[in-house]
């Protein structure tokens, strides 16, 4: 059957046979319908209820041609070339054919319910659209040069492929469907594929410029995507089970979001490829990611089991951002890469090494345990932890800078920066201006012990109560000597008393003691005369049953007087800004922190070992003179401590006691 159009305007042709009798849709020979030229003719041809429509249409240049199929078994193929543009619709019938068209052609192919939607090939810059619905199977899609090649695949059982190479565009949708294939993009082509709920989503390729996207929501498997040369590849894969791996080449970009998967497989980036973003959450296993040359790669886990390593070389940049994830795996990094990590709840942190003129950045929170960080070269190492277990060790080489801050860390293992270095520590400032006006500084073990003294202090708000803090049993002779909260006075060793290191200092028959270089009241002091305290702390002694005055005034005066009692006498004389106080002030042992305390213009009070022994009632008076630690003329008895400051409660006084015994004992220089 030839029919030929010889003005223009459309012509319908209606292909209606009643069953049983299709023969005459049946013949093999073609039909042809010719526009005659005419770039305005339009042609629908519509098949209605046969069950064969097999036929080869083909149009001139300009032409048009919808072709609608509402149940037919088997619709067969369209051909349309240069500038013709073709529709196909066809419901329900078990078989869409395919539908080739070259040059600057359109064909659109909406197939519902179809038992197997074909296959379109398009050429030149040509533009393919596919639509599919219910249909069990969806074949593939070839589009060249510039063309465009989009497919929406609703609960089909399998969706094919798309292929779009040199500068094709290609957009893929596929909802519910049981496999869905594999897309290629080629040169400037684009691949955009969404999958939704499909057992299986296989893989995507994208060469050249090409750019290529996927997504894919509650798949059981999600395949990989691969950009070469200038191509992107976007993944993004939810609930689905497996989410399989992306490689970026050459100047391509990688984009992977991946959540609630069960396994995120792995990401390489190379040459001046960017893996921009890596992001899975609630994933059992996050694999790994590579990121050689100038690429960047940035990765992002939440609630994961397990996160692995990342590695960046020459100018890369790695970010990782972990939250409750069960472990944090490794990152290496070099040349003047830049890396950052942060973990939040992550039962492990590993390790990052930055080479060269890295930069690393750790954030840790709630971590059990913080691994190490190394930077090396013109690096900068900084890490923030909170309430880690183990904050281990960070090394920062060259002109490398280490900043730590820590806190409520259990253990703060070592910070190292060594060339031109410098560390900024997560010590308390006050310990940290210590440890800098040490002569000899203090291992960062001890120096971490008086850390958590000093902020057990602060914490219970008696730190800023108190002048002075000196740790006799300290590391060497000079900063034993040293005030902590004023680290640039240090006391005395006038009467040549012998130091003993985490042990203190020892009377002898001759010398005269510990003087201080200020007076107890001075300018600006906490200590005042009617709210003072002040006590001195013995882990030693030679001869019992004594009464010795282990603190007294430069100035002879009475004023201050403490006494250090285990001979059972109830009449020891102690004083705290008074002269005549007399109360009942002994213990078994001289090896106690004995301290004093007046509370008001009247009262007074004596504490071993931070629990009140006594009190009394005097009318205070204004302390002159210095402190003198150390009794004149009596050997043997060692002072491990000493503070003063104003007046304390009975519950700091406890409190002050306990921290200073567990700082004294870590270093065998303990009173009690």
Same mark, same amino acid.
């Not at 798309?162 to 190479?165: D, E």
């Not at 090494?353 to 950045?361: H, P, S, T």
């Not at 009247?602 to 302390?623: D, E, F, H, I, L």
């Given at each position: 059957?030839?029919?030929?159009?010889?003005?223009?305007?459309?012509?319908t042709?209606?292909?209606?046979?009643?069953?049983?009798?299709p023969?005459?849709?049946?013949?093999?020979?073609?039909?042809i319908?010719?526009?005659?030229?005419?770039?305005?003719?339009?042609i629908?041809?519509?098949?209605?209820?046969?069950?064969?429509?097999s036929?080869?249409?083909?149009?001139?240049p300009?032409?048009?041609?919808?072709?609608?199929?509402?149940?037919?078994?088997?619709?067969?193929?369209l051909r349309?070339?240069?500038?013709?543009?073709a529709?196909?619709?066809?419901?329900?019938g078990?078989?869409?054919?395919?539908?080739?068209?070259?040059?600057?052609?359109?064909?659109?192919?909406?197939a519902?319910?179809?038992a197997?939607?074909?296959?379109?090939h398009?050429?030149?810059v040509?533009?393919?659209t596919?639509?599919?619905?219910?249909?069990?199977?969806?074949g593939h899609?070839?589009?060249?040069?510039?063309?465009?090649?989009?497919i929406?695949?609703?609960?089909?059982?399998?969706?094919?492929r798309?292929?779009?190479?040199i500068?094709?565009?290609?957009g893929?949708?596929a909802?519910?469907?049981?496999?869905?294939?594999?897309?290629?993009?080629?040169?400037t082509?684009q691949?955009?594929?969404?999958?939704?709920?499909?057992?299986q989503?296989?893989?995507?390729?994208?060469?050249?410029?090409?750019?290529?996207?996927?997504?894919?929501?509650a798949?059981?498997?999600?395949?990989?995507?691969?950009a &070469?040369?200038g191509g $992107?590849?976007? %993944?993004? #894969?939810?609930? +689905?089970?497996? *989410?399989g /791996?992306? !490689?970026?080449a =050459? @100047?391509?970009?990688?984009?992977?979001?991946?959540?609630?998967?069960?396994?995120?497989?792995?990401?390489?980036?190379?040459a001046s490829?960017?893996?921009a973003?890596n992001?899975?959450?609630?994933?059992v296993?996050?694999?790994?990611?590579?990121?050689?040359?100038?690429g960047?790669?940035?990765?992002?886990?939440?609630?994961?089991?397990?996160?692995?390593?990342?590695?960046?070389?020459?100018v890369?940049?790695?970010?990782v951002?972990g939250?409750?994830?069960?472990?944090?795996?490794?990152?290496?990094?070099?040349?003047?890469a830049?890396?950052?990590?942060?973990?939040?709840?992550?039962?492990?942190l590993?390790h990052?090494?930055? &080479?060269?003129?890295? $930069?690393?950045? %750790?954030? #840790?929170?709630? +971590?059990?345990? *913080?691994? /190490?960080v !190394?930077?090396? =070269? @013109?690096?900068?190492v900084?890490?923030?932890?909170?309430a880690?277990?183990?904050l281990?060790h960070?090394?920062?080489?060259?002109?490398g800078?280490v900043?730590?801050?820590?806190?409520?860390?259990?253990?703060?293992?070592?910070?190292?920066?060594?060339?031109?270095?410098?560390?900024a520590s997560?010590?308390?400032?006050?310990?940290?201006?210590?440890?800098?006006?040490?002569?000899?500084?203090?291992?960062?073990?001890?120096?971490?012990?008086?850390?958590?003294?000093?902020?057990?202090?602060?914490?219970?708000?008696?730190?800023?109560?108190?002048d002075?803090?000196?740790?006799l049993?300290?590391?060497?002779?000079?900063?034993?000597?040293?005030?902590i909260?004023?680290?640039? %006075?240090l006391?005395?060793?006038?009467?040549? *008393?012998?130091?003993?290191a985490?042990? =203190?200092?020892?009377?002898?028959?001759?010398?005269?003691?510990?003087?201080?270089?200020?007076?107890?009241?001075?300018?600006?002091?906490?200590y005042a005369?009617?709210?003072?305290?002040?006590?001195?702390?013995?882990?030693?002694?030679?001869?019992?049953?004594?009464?010795?005055a282990?603190?007294?005034?430069?100035?002879?005066?009475s004023?201050?007087?403490?006494v250090?009692?285990?001979?059972?006498?109830?009449?020891?004389i102690?004083?705290?800004n008074?002269?005549s106080?007399?109360?009942?002030?002994?213990?078994?042992?001289?090896?106690?922190?004995?301290?004093?305390n007046?509370?008001?213009?009247?009262?007074?009070?004596?504490?071993?070992?931070?629990?009140?022994?006594?009190?009394?009632?005097?009318?205070?008076?204004?302390?002159?003179?210095?402190?003198?630690?150390g009794?004149?003329?009596?050997?043997?008895?060692?002072?491990?401590?000493?503070f003063?400051?104003?007046?304390?409660?009975?519950?700091?006084?406890?409190?002050?006691?306990?921290?200073l015994?567990?700082?004294?004992t870590a270093?065998?220089?303990?009173?009690?």
């Open positions: 059957m030839i029919i030929t159009m010889t003005r223009p305007g459309p012509v042709l209606d292909v209606q046979v009643p069953a049983p009798a023969i005459a849709v049946q013949r093999p020979a073609p039909v319908l010719t526009a005659g030229g005419v770039s305005a003719a339009a629908i041809a519509r098949a209605m209820a046969p069950v064969v429509l036929a080869t249409i083909s149009f001139p300009a032409g048009a041609q919808p072709i609608n199929a509402a149940s037919v078994q088997v619709l067969g193929h349309s070339t240069i500038e013709a543009a529709l196909v619709l066809a419901q329900a078990p078989v869409l054919g395919h539908v080739w068209q070259s040059a600057a052609g359109a064909v659109t192919v909406d519902q319910g179809a197997v939607l074909g296959h379109m398009a050429a030149a040509v533009s393919v596919v639509d599919a619905s219910a249909a069990p199977m969806l899609v070839g589009t060249f040069v510039t063309g465009g090649v989009r929406t695949a609703a609960s089909a059982h399998v969706l094919r798309v292929y779009g190479s500068n094709a565009g290609t893929r949708v909802t519910v469907a049981a496999t869905l294939g594999h897309v290629a993009g080629a040169a082509g691949v955009p594929v969404k999958a939704s709920s499909s057992v989503f296989a893989r995507l390729r994208a060469s050249g410029a090409a750019a290529a996207k996927v997504t894919g929501t798949a059981n498997v999600l395949g990989h995507g691969l &070469a040369g $992107q590849v976007h %993944v993004a #894969a939810a609930m +689905a089970s497996t *989410l /791996h992306t !490689g970026a =050459g @100047a391509g970009q990688t984009l992977i979001t991946a959540s609630a998967a069960q396994v995120l497989g792995h990401v390489t980036g190379a490829g960017h893996t973003s992001s899975a959450t609630s994933a296993t996050f694999g790994h990611v590579s990121s050689s040359s100038a960047a790669v940035t990765v992002a886990a939440s609630a994961a089991q397990g996160l692995h390593h990342l590695t960046a070389l020459a890369g940049l790695v970010d951002t939250s409750g994830a069960a472990t944090l795996g490794h990152m290496t990094q070099v040349a003047a830049g890396l950052r990590v942060s973990a939040q709840a992550s039962a492990t590993g990052t090494v930055a &080479a060269a003129a890295g $930069q690393v950045i %750790v954030h #840790a929170l709630s +971590a059990p345990v *913080l691994g /190490h !190394g930077g090396s =070269g @013109a690096g900068t900084a890490i923030h932890v909170s880690a277990d183990v281990r960070m090394t920062a080489a060259g002109a800078a900043a730590d801050h820590a806190a409520s860390a259990v253990t703060l293992k070592k910070v190292t920066a060594s060339g031109a270095g410098t560390v997560s010590y308390d400032t006050v310990t940290q201006a210590w440890i800098n006006a040490c002569t000899t500084a203090p291992t960062s073990t001890y120096a971490g012990q008086v850390d958590t003294f000093i902020k057990t202090l602060r914490t219970n708000s008696i730190l800023t109560l108190l002075d803090v000196t740790i049993a300290g590391h060497n002779s000079t900063d034993a000597r040293r005030n909260l004023a680290p640039t %006075v006391w005395t060793n006038t009467g040549s *008393l012998t130091f003993t985490f042990g =203190g200092f020892t009377t002898n028959t001759s010398g005269s003691g510990l003087t201080s270089g200020r007076a107890i009241k001075f300018t600006g002091s906490k005369q009617n709210s003072a305290s002040f006590g001195i702390a013995i882990n030693a002694y030679t001869t019992a049953n004594t009464t010795e282990m603190v007294s005034s430069s100035d002879s005066s004023t201050l007087v403490g250090a009692n285990d001979s059972g006498n109830s009449n020891s102690v004083s705290i008074g002269t106080t007399i109360i009942a002030y002994h213990a078994s042992t001289k090896k106690a922190l004995w301290a004093l007046r509370s008001s213009s009247t009262a007074v009070q004596g504490y071993v070992n931070g629990s009140s022994t006594a009190s009394g009632t005097n009318t205070s008076g204004a302390p002159t003179g210095s402190a003198v630690l009794p004149t003329g009596h050997a043997g008895i060692r002072m491990c401590a000493w003063s400051g104003q007046t304390l409660t009975a519950t700091q006084h406890s409190t002050f006691e306990s921290a015994n567990t700082l004294l270093n065998g220089a303990n009173y009690r």
